[in-house]
Protein backbone atom coordinates (compact mmCIF):
# COMPACT_ATOMS: atom_id res chain seq x y z
CA UNK A 1 0.00 0.00 0.00
CA UNK A 2 1.01 3.77 -0.40
CA UNK A 3 3.49 5.06 2.49
CA UNK A 4 0.93 6.38 5.28
CA UNK A 5 0.92 9.59 6.76
CA UNK A 6 -1.31 9.88 10.25
CA UNK A 7 -2.26 13.62 11.14
CA UNK A 8 -2.71 14.11 14.76
CA UNK A 9 -3.11 17.35 17.47
CA UNK A 10 -1.11 17.87 20.71
CA UNK A 11 -0.33 14.29 22.23
CA UNK A 12 -0.56 15.94 25.81
CA UNK A 13 -4.54 16.60 24.95
CA UNK A 14 -5.53 14.65 21.94
CA UNK A 15 -7.37 11.86 22.73
CA UNK A 16 -8.73 11.18 19.26
CA UNK A 17 -5.13 11.11 17.67
CA UNK A 18 -3.93 8.71 20.31
CA UNK A 19 -6.26 5.65 19.79
CA UNK A 20 -4.99 5.14 15.75
CA UNK A 21 -1.30 6.14 16.93
CA UNK A 22 -1.38 3.23 19.38
CA UNK A 23 -2.76 0.82 17.56
CA UNK A 24 -0.20 1.29 14.58
CA UNK A 25 2.91 1.31 16.70
CA UNK A 26 1.74 -1.76 18.76
CA UNK A 27 0.94 -3.59 15.45
CA UNK A 28 4.40 -2.31 13.56
CA UNK A 29 2.12 -0.54 10.41
CA UNK A 30 5.00 2.29 9.49
CA UNK A 31 3.64 5.33 9.46
CA UNK A 32 5.17 9.28 8.97
CA UNK A 33 3.57 11.46 11.89
CA UNK A 34 2.54 15.34 11.20
CA UNK A 35 1.94 17.22 14.28
CA UNK A 36 -0.87 19.85 14.04
CA UNK A 37 -0.90 22.20 17.04
CA UNK A 38 -4.55 22.87 18.08
CA UNK A 39 -6.60 25.89 18.79
CA UNK A 40 -3.68 28.02 17.06
CA UNK A 41 -3.68 30.86 14.83
CA UNK A 42 -2.76 28.53 11.95
CA UNK A 43 -4.59 25.55 13.11
CA UNK A 44 -7.54 25.70 10.53
CA UNK A 45 -4.91 26.79 7.52
CA UNK A 46 -3.08 23.49 8.53
CA UNK A 47 -5.80 21.16 8.19
CA UNK A 48 -8.20 22.86 5.73
CA UNK A 49 -7.67 21.04 3.23
CA UNK A 50 -8.36 17.35 4.60
CA UNK A 51 -11.86 17.74 4.53
CA UNK A 52 -12.09 16.67 8.00
CA UNK A 53 -14.10 19.39 9.49
CA UNK A 54 -10.90 20.78 10.71
CA UNK A 55 -10.42 17.71 13.15
CA UNK A 56 -7.70 15.43 14.22
CA UNK A 57 -6.99 12.67 13.76
CA UNK A 58 -6.39 12.18 9.49
CA UNK A 59 -4.62 8.88 7.71
CA UNK A 60 -3.54 9.88 4.30
CA UNK A 61 -2.62 7.06 2.19
CA UNK A 62 -1.41 8.47 -0.67
CA UNK A 63 -4.35 10.79 -2.39
CA UNK A 64 -7.12 9.05 0.25
CA UNK A 65 -7.73 10.75 3.19
CA UNK A 66 -9.78 9.02 5.98
CA UNK A 67 -10.97 11.33 8.98
CA UNK A 68 -12.65 9.86 12.48
CA UNK A 69 -10.45 8.29 14.61
CA UNK A 70 -12.60 4.61 14.44
CA UNK A 71 -12.92 4.93 10.48
CA UNK A 72 -9.21 4.93 10.46
CA UNK A 73 -8.81 1.89 12.94
CA UNK A 74 -11.18 0.00 10.53
CA UNK A 75 -9.09 0.96 7.69
CA UNK A 76 -6.14 -0.05 8.95
CA UNK A 77 -7.17 -3.03 10.47
CA UNK A 78 -8.68 -4.06 6.76
CA UNK A 79 -5.74 -2.68 4.95
CA UNK A 80 -2.92 -3.85 7.24
CA UNK A 81 -4.02 -6.73 9.45
CA UNK A 82 -6.33 -8.87 7.20
CA UNK A 83 -9.32 -7.53 9.42
CA UNK A 84 -7.62 -8.84 12.51
CA UNK A 85 -7.46 -5.87 14.31
CA UNK A 86 -11.28 -7.16 15.62
CA UNK A 87 -11.63 -10.82 17.94
CA UNK A 88 -11.80 -13.47 15.47
CA UNK A 89 -14.72 -15.07 17.01
CA UNK A 90 -18.13 -13.87 16.39
CA UNK A 91 -19.61 -12.85 19.43
CA UNK A 92 -16.31 -11.37 21.09
CA UNK A 93 -16.12 -9.16 17.48
CA UNK A 94 -19.85 -8.40 17.73
CA UNK A 95 -19.17 -7.35 21.70
CA UNK A 96 -16.05 -5.69 21.01
CA UNK A 97 -17.41 -3.62 18.18
CA UNK A 98 -20.36 -2.39 20.33
CA UNK A 99 -18.09 -1.38 23.23
CA UNK A 100 -16.20 0.59 20.84
CA UNK A 101 -18.96 2.19 19.27
CA UNK A 102 -20.28 3.67 22.70
CA UNK A 103 -16.60 4.91 23.61
CA UNK A 104 -16.99 6.79 20.26
CA UNK A 105 -20.59 8.18 20.84
CA UNK A 106 -20.96 8.19 25.06
CA UNK A 107 -19.55 9.44 28.30
CA UNK A 108 -19.68 13.44 27.46
CA UNK A 109 -19.39 14.15 30.98
CA UNK A 110 -15.95 12.01 31.63
CA UNK A 111 -14.69 13.37 28.76
CA UNK A 112 -15.53 16.65 29.79
CA UNK A 113 -14.87 16.69 33.60
CA UNK A 114 -11.71 14.71 33.11
CA UNK A 115 -9.67 16.01 30.14
CA UNK A 116 -6.82 14.07 28.52
CA UNK A 117 -3.88 15.75 30.03
CA UNK A 118 -0.22 13.54 30.22
CA UNK A 119 1.76 16.19 31.87
CA UNK A 120 -0.31 16.49 35.56
CA UNK A 121 -1.25 14.25 37.94
CA UNK A 122 -4.82 14.75 40.04
CA UNK A 123 -6.16 13.80 43.31
CA UNK A 124 -9.34 13.95 44.85
CA UNK A 125 -11.41 15.38 41.85
CA UNK A 126 -14.65 16.09 42.60
CA UNK A 127 -17.25 14.67 39.71
CA UNK A 128 -20.89 15.18 38.91
CA UNK A 129 -23.46 12.32 39.14
CA UNK A 130 -23.46 11.93 35.59
CA UNK A 131 -19.68 11.22 35.17
CA UNK A 132 -19.41 8.86 38.38
CA UNK A 133 -22.32 6.91 36.62
CA UNK A 134 -20.33 6.67 32.87
CA UNK A 135 -17.15 5.65 35.30
CA UNK A 136 -19.54 2.74 36.36
CA UNK A 137 -20.76 1.97 32.87
CA UNK A 138 -16.88 2.26 31.70
CA UNK A 139 -16.28 -0.45 34.29
CA UNK A 140 -18.81 -2.71 33.75
CA UNK A 141 -17.82 -3.25 29.89
CA UNK A 142 -14.36 -3.63 30.73
CA UNK A 143 -14.95 -6.00 33.25
CA UNK A 144 -17.49 -8.10 31.20
CA UNK A 145 -15.28 -7.75 28.37
CA UNK A 146 -12.59 -9.45 30.71
CA UNK A 147 -14.56 -11.62 32.10
CA UNK A 148 -15.94 -13.55 28.61
CA UNK A 149 -13.60 -12.99 26.36
CA UNK A 150 -9.99 -12.06 27.63
CA UNK A 151 -8.71 -15.25 28.67
CA UNK A 152 -6.04 -15.54 26.34
CA UNK A 153 -4.05 -11.90 27.24
CA UNK A 154 -4.32 -9.12 29.22
CA UNK A 155 -6.33 -6.84 26.99
CA UNK A 156 -10.28 -6.57 26.77
CA UNK A 157 -10.52 -9.19 24.41
CA UNK A 158 -7.48 -11.36 25.46
CA UNK A 159 -5.82 -9.75 22.17
CA UNK A 160 -5.06 -6.64 21.71
CA UNK A 161 -8.04 -4.86 19.42
CA UNK A 162 -9.63 -1.69 17.80
CA UNK A 163 -11.54 -1.85 21.53
CA UNK A 164 -7.91 -1.39 23.10
CA UNK A 165 -7.25 1.36 21.43
CA UNK A 166 -10.56 3.22 21.89
CA UNK A 167 -10.28 3.01 25.43
CA UNK A 168 -6.22 3.92 25.81
CA UNK A 169 -7.07 7.91 26.73
CA UNK A 170 -9.65 6.25 29.27
CA UNK A 171 -7.41 4.47 31.00
CA UNK A 172 -5.27 7.33 30.91
CA UNK A 173 -7.52 9.43 32.54
CA UNK A 174 -8.30 6.80 35.37
CA UNK A 175 -4.57 7.16 36.14
CA UNK A 176 -4.31 10.50 35.88
CA UNK A 177 -6.80 11.92 38.18
CA UNK A 178 -6.37 8.38 40.36
CA UNK A 179 -9.86 7.42 40.03
CA UNK A 180 -10.63 4.34 42.35
CA UNK A 181 -10.91 1.33 40.74
CA UNK A 182 -11.56 -2.53 41.31
CA UNK A 183 -8.93 -5.18 40.66
CA UNK A 184 -9.82 -5.65 37.30
CA UNK A 185 -10.09 -2.00 35.87
CA UNK A 186 -6.82 -1.53 37.70
CA UNK A 187 -5.30 -4.43 35.86
CA UNK A 188 -6.35 -3.34 32.85
CA UNK A 189 -5.27 0.28 33.14
CA UNK A 190 -1.68 -1.32 34.07
CA UNK A 191 -1.59 -3.16 30.84
CA UNK A 192 -2.62 0.33 29.04
CA UNK A 193 0.07 2.20 31.03
CA UNK A 194 2.89 -0.49 30.59
CA UNK A 195 2.35 -0.67 26.61
CA UNK A 196 5.47 0.77 24.84
CA UNK A 197 3.27 3.16 22.17
CA UNK A 198 1.82 4.70 25.32
CA UNK A 199 4.98 5.22 26.77
CA UNK A 200 6.36 6.95 24.35
CA UNK A 201 2.96 8.97 23.68
CA UNK A 202 2.94 10.29 27.45
CA UNK A 203 6.84 11.15 27.41
CA UNK A 204 6.35 12.96 24.02
CA UNK A 205 2.75 15.12 25.42
CA UNK A 206 4.71 16.36 28.73
CA UNK A 207 7.59 17.86 26.61
CA UNK A 208 5.17 20.15 24.84
CA UNK A 209 5.01 23.54 24.99
CA UNK A 210 1.73 24.49 24.52
CA UNK A 211 -1.26 25.02 26.92
CA UNK A 212 -4.91 24.58 25.52
CA UNK A 213 -6.47 26.68 28.51
CA UNK A 214 -9.43 24.44 28.44
CA UNK A 215 -8.57 21.01 28.67
CA UNK A 216 -6.71 22.18 31.59
CA UNK A 217 -7.96 21.62 35.79
Not at 83 to 108: D, L, Q, Y
Given at each position: ?????????????????L?P??F???H?????????A?F???T?????H?N????????????????D??????????Q?L??K???????A?????S????????????R?????????????IK????A????E??TT????????????????F???????????????????????????????????????????????GK????????DE?
Amino acid sequence: MSSLTLIIGNKNYSSWSLRPWVFMKHHSIDFAEKRVALFTETTNDELAHYNSDFKVPILQDGSLVIWDSLAILEYLSEQCLESKGWPAETNARAIARSVSAEMHSSFINVRNELPMNCRKNFHDIKLSFEADQEIERITTLWRRCRSQFGAEGDWLFGRYSIADAMFAPIALRFSGYNISLGDVEEDYVQSVLKQPGIIEWIEAGKGEKEIIGEDEI
